[in-house]
């Protein structure tokens, strides 16, 4: 991957998107890479909006319970408390991310800032559970616009290079930091002021955020305006709204609801179909040449798997700690507590490993560590655990740092400004449907051996930590493949 120092403009926001231009570049390598006091303000405000999603994916987890109590939901449709916000968060990302290239991804930010904003004091004020389920759902169509214009705005506003890679790596500890202090800030809230609070939280987050971004951001877009590409709009829109739905349905119900089956299948055929309409388009949703690049498909490959699998780890502790060892919800939040913190500096340190191993080792070394700490965590037992799932939790979290930052790198490089639309949709979409499947999908595996073991008259602790471990396997398993597979990719295109 070649690397570049390049500067931001010392006064502007976001610079129009312009071809990199070859017979600029020994120039650009010797611009100065630090970062002006004003690119300071937007990687700021980038990283907050960034941060609030982020948060929002984990803030309720620990508060199922209590929320369903007050709003009378039951058990079963607690489900529908994540599975509401995931679907169009999942679902309307790379249309999303196109429809900022063609009206301005400031515009488009803007937009999706205010409407999760909006939705977050809806959601924060629910008398019913409808209310509450439209709330999550206008949240989660607000964030399919706020990640890939935010991603875009980002990498329009810091050049490949330096700059770029340190941005990159602060927006990635943030985003991973989000996740995690949700799942602390989660139990302290509710145990402390309600449910409605944590929501809240995102209200109040969200309007500091919508203040600033008109001062700092000036608009963004391509020379050109691409078209809309309706069919692979549809078909990939429909394809995702399908298969989140179908896993997340799974993973409370069982694979074997006619339901699940159908959706499973008309969400494979919508993907396969897309790539079909995507081939013959004129200007299409996602660039197939694009994904041909090694370093885009590679990269985000790996991205997805990271995002899904470190997800996954966290959802199964956190059934670990309070199911098995009966830790409550502020106790377990204490725990990724300190995951949060080595993640944060695992972050920063990054951009240097990265500098010093190049992207391709550094994101190897980070899979292979998130993969070898999570098998760890296979020890764990029924009466004792708790110090080694935070050790194995928080060193594998230093990897997926890494990993994190080292993707979004080796994704974007070496893709021009006019199509930084195409290639952060991607990363994004790796990221948001990373953390929307990977949940869902272990832990149906992981239900459905504890139901086995059940059956077959196995206590409900010994159920639940045979579940649990088979999911941890699985996910240690998929990381270290993926790993070697990007790997093999990536060597050969360094060959080329």
Not at 222 to 248: C, M, Q
Not at 434 to 450: D, E, F, N, R
Not at 457 to 479: C, P, Q, R, Y
Request: net charge positive.
């Amino acid at each position: 991957m070649p690397i570049t120092d390049t500067a931001v403009a010392p006064d502007t926001a976001v610079a129009p998107d312009t071809p990199t231009d070859a017979a600029t570049a020994p120039a650009a390598a010797t611009a100065d890479a630090r970062m002006t006091p004003r690119a300071k303000l937007i990687l700021l405000l980038l990283c907050g909006a960034q941060f609030i999603i982020a948060l929002d994916f984990s803030i309720l987890n620990v508060a199922l319970p209590v929320l369903g109590r007050d709003l009378g939901m039951g058990q079963a449709d607690l489900q529908w408390a994540v599975t509401s916000f995931a679907l169009p968060s999942g679902g309307f990302l790379l249309l999303s991310g196109r429809i900022a290239d063609l009206y301005g991804r400031r515009r488009l930010f803007l937009i999706g800032l205010g409407l999760f904003t909006a939705a977050s004091v809806l959601t924060a004020l629910a008398w019913s559970p409808a209310v509450f389920l439209a709330g999550r759902a206008l949240q989660g169509l607000g964030a399919a616009v706020i990640v890939p214009t935010g991603m875009s705005l980002l990498t329009t506003t810091f050049a490949e290079g330096p700059q770029r890679e340190r941005a990159l790596g602060i927006s990635g500890t943030v985003l991973s930091m989000g996740f995690t202090i949700g799942m602390v800030l989660g139990g302290v809230m509710t145990d402390a002021l309600g449910w409605r609070s944590t929501m809240g939280l995102l209200s109040v987050t969200g309007v500091a955020v919508l203040a600033a971004a008109p001062l700092l951001l000036t608009e963004s877009r391509p020379p050109e305006r691409p078209r809309i590409d309706v069919p692979g709009a549809v078909t990939v829109t429909g394809g995702l709204l399908s298969l989140i739905y179908a896993l997340s349905t799974a993973a409370e119900q069982g694979f074997g609801r006619p339901d699940v089956l159908v959706t499973l299948i008309v969400g494979a055929g919508l993907l396969a179909a897309f790539v079909r309409v995507e081939s013959r388009a004129e200007q299409p949703l996602v660039s197939l040449p694009m994904l041909r690049r090694r370093t885009v498909a590679w990269g985000n490959l790996a991205g997805l798997m990271t995002f899904a699998m470190m997800s996954a780890v966290i959802f199964l502790l956190t059934l670990y700690l309070q199911e098995v060892l009966r830790l409550s919800a502020f106790h377990t939040g204490l725990v990724f507590g300190v995951q949060g913190v080595v993640s944060a500096c695992a972050g920063l340190v990054a951009p240097k490993v990265i500098g010093r191993l190049g992207a391709r080792r550094t994101l190897l070394t980070g899979l292979l560590l998130q993969a070898g700490f999570t098998a760890a965590l296979l020890g764990l037992g029924t009466g004792t655990g708790m110090w080694l799932a935070l050790t194995g939790v928080t060193l594998a979290s230093l990897g997926h740092l890494w990993a994190i930052i080292a993707y979004g790198v080796t994704a974007t490089s070496g893709v021009p400004d006019a199509e930084q639309g195409l290639a952060t949709g991607l990363v994004t979409s790796s990221q948001q449907v990373g953390l929307t499947v990977g949940i869902p999908l272990l832990s149906a595996v992981a239900s459905a051996h504890i139901a086995a073991l059940r059956a077959d008259g196995s206590g409900f602790a010994e159920a639940t930590l045979g579940g649990i471990k088979l999911g941890l396997g699985l996910d240690a398993a998929l990381v270290a493949v993926v790993a070697l597979l990007v790997t093999a990719g990536l060597r050969t295109t360094r060959r080329r």
